[in-house]
């Protein structure tokens, strides 16, 4: 074997070795096991008593709020609807436990409505924002 040969089949095995690997979805650096993930809020109103959102992206087996009421409910393989209801403001509005915290960007949070506190009317959601985070 030549050493053009060589080296290009070096280059061969490189690459069949890089995709055998396959693409890892857990984030290093983040901390190992299960535990809670955080719902994140951004509103850019200071009105909001309520938000319906929809967990989803793999195993989720409670959710928890702090100084507000939730209700949850299953809505399908690895999905959670979420009524939080309170005073709302911009940050955590929810955590939810999952068995692994570093599968963090496969979980995945959709706004659905929002309502003002004073008068449950609906409120426009284009500009908020729901994020996972882990606590």
């Not at 290009?8 to 690997?21: D, N, P, Q, W």
């Not at 650096?29 to 009105?47: H, I, K, M, S, Y």
């Not at 309520?50 to 409910?73: C, H």
């Not at 955590?92 to 008068?119: C, G, H, K, M």
């Amino acid at each position: 074997m030549s050493t053009v040969q060589r080296k290009m089949a070096a280059r061969t095995l490189g690459l069949v070795l890089l995709f055998a690997c396959g693409s890892e979805t857990l984030e290093p650096g983040l901390p190992e096991g299960p535990g809670f993930l955080a719902v994140r809020l951004t509103t850019p109103n200071t009105d909001d008593g309520g938000i319906l959102f929809t967990l989803s992206g793999g195993p989720i087996d409670s959710v928890r709020v702090s100084l507000k009421q939730v209700l949850t409910g299953d809505a399908g393989a690895n999905e959670r609807r979420v009524i939080v209801a309170g005073a709302l403001s911009n940050g955590t509005v929810a955590s939810f436990w999952v068995p692994e915290r570093r599968d963090v960007a496969n979980y995945r949070a959709v706004l659905e409505q929002a309502t003002v506190i004073a008068t449950y009317e609906q409120q426009t959601i284009t500009s908020y924002v729901l994020s996972v985070v882990v606590q």
